[in-house]
């Protein structure tokens, strides 16, 4: 597995390193930001986000993440399962951020012990052990030093109990390792977020390219013991997936059919085995909050939340209008919150004016674009704005570079809440524990939102 | 700092009972043991008493600590202490022992086989902690890799237990796990698909780590199942849904995930069915994902989707981004020539793209149409059309040679071929050779067919052709350039065979030419999830130690690949077999009565090569070397091992290769033959 693991300024100087096995020659490391400047160099890409995360060079393999002003590398000389390094340093970084609040060159300047300390417990021979936060959190307790807390507002830190046992958690070797035992609530509770993001890819026509949903259930869980929890979701939700399911294996060769991809993916705590033959949900819950399972549904039947009309008219270049309509496609007792159109527009504009006859519209030089912004808006409506773009008088590109700036689409943001796209729905949640038998509440909670991609092209 | 560590050795010495400064002086004792190891051995005793008297905790980390330092003192403490604590009570100190093994043998492997820690590692793996079993695997996993005579082998009902295990253990254990049973080797078809359906939940892990070990150890069980798709027909359709499902994390891992989905198209591509459309790029989405889709979408490409994808790489091809718009012109150029009845389709979106008359792409235009004209040659008169427009604007060298090679080899319908020709060779000398070389046949090829033209176009051609020639042998230093340049010059003084030399009716070019050989794509799917499937080269140019994986054989191997010529290997195979048993049987009759009755959960095989096994391995070891012929197949086997590791890229390697082949899976026929016996017995 991985030989070292190292932290890294932006500038490829060495902050903190773990070597794990000794394999590695001492002159690997300063090659790095060799690598990273000459991959940029061969024109791969024009910014350092566009590297791949795997580098090889002379037999060394270079495995990293990126993140704020850090680079998380791990070497390796072997084919080693690259997935487990790769989600190793994701969780990596998920822990240190647990500890430190945030995770950047200070941070770690600050808590090199700690650093020390949790890299020991974590990775063992290169092999990835604990890394779970909860679990790590139970004894590993040294202070850590927390941006806050530099700066003056001194608070007593989550993470500052001095005087834990120095066992080793049973957690780390009996079945269910996510949860320790004791854990009391005065009020049982466990929260249910159902939250669905939908990408949606749509082109100048109107027409539909690709939709996806990307939905997870987030549970809070507050329960105490070890209890034991069944979660029933609406018939239709997963019948979808199992007629999905047979219906592939009737016509395997039809694609269409594979339009309406279901996959469903649970957290460690749940019974696979259970699901896969009774298709009931059951686990024993981490303490605190996580992610109970993901789906996503790839589906070209999901209605456009939006319909955007688009025009742009260039007026001789020296003068852009863009005029854009939107009809919220969804039902009148329905809310959408937030709602966020991002129109791109050519770098370098003066004097924009707008009008509308809803929300606000606001020019950001620095991404280039227009935001219409609306606080809420309803189902059923429809909203239209004007802008009027003053181009430069001296440009350099021809006309083709002007209005390049169409290449990239609208994109929304938005959220709506008590709607589910998918239809699916939580009938029940059974907390049921034997030893202590309290009474809990479940709480649920639906809300869609867009994802990363919810774009419309609009050339 | 180096100076510091008998400060650090002394604070160590006397703080015993504090575990924060106790940590932090292992940590700087692990740095610097190695520069200073009479220093760092002063050390040990501190260790020694936490092994003897501490909290379990505290034992596991001398444990970890004495291991994990490489000096002779610390090694051979570590190889006396792990027996002992390889059985310990509690699971935390047995697992760290398990790892500590690893550690070892990586520093001596020697001193771990005197004190037969390969073997208690064995029986851990008998352990009903599932953490324990997963951490001995692991560390049986690392042995193994670094040993070429260990084998991990694992019988049907233990591969049914550890299944059992999955269930019980932690993420990382699971990975583990998951990654063992590639050693069990189904011997018929029906167990292989019943692990794939234990397997297959594994599939919706939220770890992709998880997810992809899972998705390994399927499509290596597929390799058993004469047509999976058929007797598992959901399938495609669940590792589709969980390759796309994992697209959704971030970009790195999205990466990871389509590197393996281009390895799983070109080696199982029944096995999943994919909408293209998933792989359309998006706007924000980093260069080296948009590279990789682009690929994946060239690959998923057919007659039925041709419409939408070459709608799609029109996108890309007007988009701001360089190289993504150049990479898109070659998809659409490679896409004409894999698929005869899109290449005309193709040729109108170039068209289209010719029309921008935007320099970068009318060069990458150029260049890949030359390639369809090559493949189609009577057709598409009018890309040649459009090129005459364009010639001004042909700048870079590729495209220029593109570009000089079209007006050569297409001079029958460009009227004025040998103008444009003449105007290139105004700049002769400046062009990089390659240039030089195509203008160089260009003006042979046209001069050679101009006889038949009127004397003023004859006239031309020899003009131009007495110019390059000139300029070749006279003016240019590059050896190759004027050697052919002399040679075509002979040719011409001949004159009587110059058209059947300089223009011969071209072989066709075809695509298929890129693909990898089977056999580096059956390792690369055994590598699955590896970093070998994401640089998706043989995986021996880049690992050089890496020991070679190829599919054990058994009866129930399937080699449905199409386009494999194995009919012929088949025969072989189980005429070895079969030659190996009539001949063996006698050698293998003895074997089951030296072995204990109880058999170890798994075996580890240890095979020497040359010299015979002591007897003390051979009663739990699966050995050959009993066998009339063993050691005859052992010999052969590990020369051309050798050669592998050694001269990884090597061309006239390639006579070796197959007679390393042959007796590779004659050695393995007899293997898994030997192992059905002693089930059946």
Known sequence: ?459 | MVELLPEVVTILLTNRNDLEVKKMCISCLKTYAEVRPHEAAKAIEVFESDLANGSPYVKALALRTISSIPTKEYIERTAAELPVFLGDANPYIRKTAALGVAKLFEKDPRLGQEYGLLEKLNNLLHDKDATVVSSALAALNDIIERSPQLKLSIEYRDAVTLIGLLGTSDEWGQVYILNSLLSFVPSQESEAVEFIEKVMPYLQHSNSSVACNALKVIVYLANYVKHPEDVLPVLPQRISSALTSMLSKSSEIQFLILRNVILLLLTKSKLIQLDVKMFFCQYDDPIYIKDTKLEIIYLLAEKSNVGIVLNELEAYATEIDIQMVRKSIRAIGNLAIKIEETASECVKVLLDLLENDISYIVQETVVVSKNILRRYPNQFEELIESFSKHVDSVEEPEAKSAMIWVLGQRSRNIASSTKMLTAFSEGFLEDPVDVQLSLLTASVKIYSRSRSLDSSQQQGAEELMLKVLKLATEEVNDPDLRERAFFYWRIVQQSASLQEVVDVSLPVISTDSDKLPERILEELELSIGTLGSIYLRPISHVFRLAKPKSLAYSPALQKHIEGKPISSNMERQVSISENVRSTSSNGQSVQPESRPDRRPLIDVEVHHPHTNANGEKLKQVQSLEDEPEGSNIDGSLNAPRDVHTRFPSHSSQSSTKTSSRKSTLGRRASISLLSRKLRNL
């Open chain 1, 1 to 459: 597995m991985a030989s070292s693991i190292h932290f890294l300024d932006l500038k490829g100087k060495a902050l903190l390193s773990r070597d794990y096995k000794g394999d590695i020659p001492n002159g690997a490391l300063e090659k790095f930001p060799v690598l990273l400047v000459d991959h940029t160099n061969t024109g791969l890409g024009s910014d350092e986000t566009s590297l791949p995360p795997v580098l090889y060079d002379n037999g060394i393999n270079y495995i990293y993440v990126v993140h704020k002003d850090l680079y998380i590398l791990a070497m390796t000389r072997e084919n080693t399962n690259v997935f487990a390094i790769m989600i190793f340093l994701n969780n990596l970084v998920k822990v240190l951020i647990n500890y430190f609040k945030s995770l950047q060159e200070e941070a770690i300047r600050d808590n090199f012990v700690i650093m020390y300390e949790l890299l020991d417990e974590m990775m063992d021979f290169g092999l990835p052990q604990i890394t779970d936060p909860k679990i790590l959190k139970e004894y590993i307790t040294q202070k850590s030093y927390t941006l806050e807390e530099a700066l003056g507002q001194i608070r007593a830190s989550s993470t500052g109990q001095q005087a834990a046992p120095k066992l080793p958690p049973s957690t780390l070797t009996k079945s269910i390792s996510w949860r320790s035992e004791g854990i009391v609530y005065k009020k049982n509770e466990a929260f249910l977020d159902v939250i669905e993001s939908i990408n949606m890819t749509i082109n100048a026509k109107g027409q539909t390219l690709s939709s996806e949903i990307l939905g997870r259930i987030n549970v809070k869980s507050n329960l105490s013991g070890m209890p034991d929890l069944r979660l029933g979701l609406n018939e239709k939700f997963l019948n979808s997936g199992a007629r999905l399911a047979e219906s592939g294996a009737g016509v395997a060769s039809d694609r269409a059919v594979t339009n309406e991809l279901e996959d469903v993916k649970f957290h460690q705590c749940v019974r696979l085995s259970k699901f896969e033959n009774e298709k009931i949900i059951t686990f024993v819950p981490p303490d605190g909050e996580f992610d109970l399972m993901t789906y996503r549904i790839l589906s070209p039947s999901i209605n456009q939340l939006f319909v955007v009309d688009y025009k742009m008219q260039n007026h001789s270049n020296t003068r852009l209008e863009i005029l854009l309509k939107v009809r919220t496609n969804f039902k009148p007792k329905l809310v959408c919150n937030n709602l966020e159109i991002y129109i791109p527009c050519p770098d370098d504009i003066s004097s924009p004016k707008f009008g509308r006859t809803k929300g606000s519209v606001k020019y950001l030089p620095d991404k280039s674009c227009l935001c219409w912004k609306f606080k809420s808006i309803n189902g059923g409506k429809e909203y239209s704005m004007i802008a009027e773009l003053q181009l430069p008088s001296v440009h350099s590109g021809d006309e083709y570079q002007l209005e390049s700036f169409r290449k990239r689409p609208l994109k929304l943001n938005f959220q709506i809440p008590y709607y589910t796209t998918s239809g699916l729905q939580v009938r029940y949640l059974r907390i049921n524990e034997s030893k202590l038998n309290y009474q809990a509440y479940p709480w649920v909670r639906y809300v869609t939102q867009s994802g990363d991609d919810y774009v419309i092209r609009v050339s």
